[in-house]
Nanobody, 124 residues
């Protein structure tokens, strides 16, 4: 089974960019659908972006569409989340998640494997 480790979070000012990485070990990486979720204090885990097995199709949550870009490198076993034009409301812990079922799912309950998360804080 796959293990996921996120990195790249930090404290930044509004308007700048940040790139998160999700490194995978174990399992056959290109069998997994991978997605990013965010969870702000007191809120439920929310879908941010997802990518299919080949990296050819991406899906985004409404709040990040046009600002964030998800991509994957199966040879390097990594998924990236390029976060542009960051806003204070993007502040959250960002989790990488994976599953082997069909399609990119927007529900957190559809994902079987999770990283521990990386904190992103955007100041105004």
């Amino acid at each position: 089974q796959v293990q996921l480790v996120e990195s790249g979070g930090g404290l930044v000012q509004a308007g700048v960019s940040l790139r998160l990485s999700c490194a995978a070990s174990g399992g056959t990486f290109n069998w997994y659908i991978v997605a990013w979720f965010q969870q702000a204090p007191g809120k439920e885990r929310e879908f941010v972006a997802g990518v299919d097995r080949t990296g050819s199709t991406q899906y985004y949550g409404d709040s990040v569409k046009g600002r964030f870009v998800i991509s994957r490198d199966n040879a390097e076993r990594v998924v990236y989340l390029q976060m542009n034009s960051l806003k204070p409301e993007d502040t959250a812990v960002y989790y990488c998640a994976a599953h082997q079922d069909i399609g990119v799912m927007r529900s957190a309950t559809s994902y079987d494997y999770w990283g521990r998360g990386t904190q992103v804080t955007v100041s105004s």
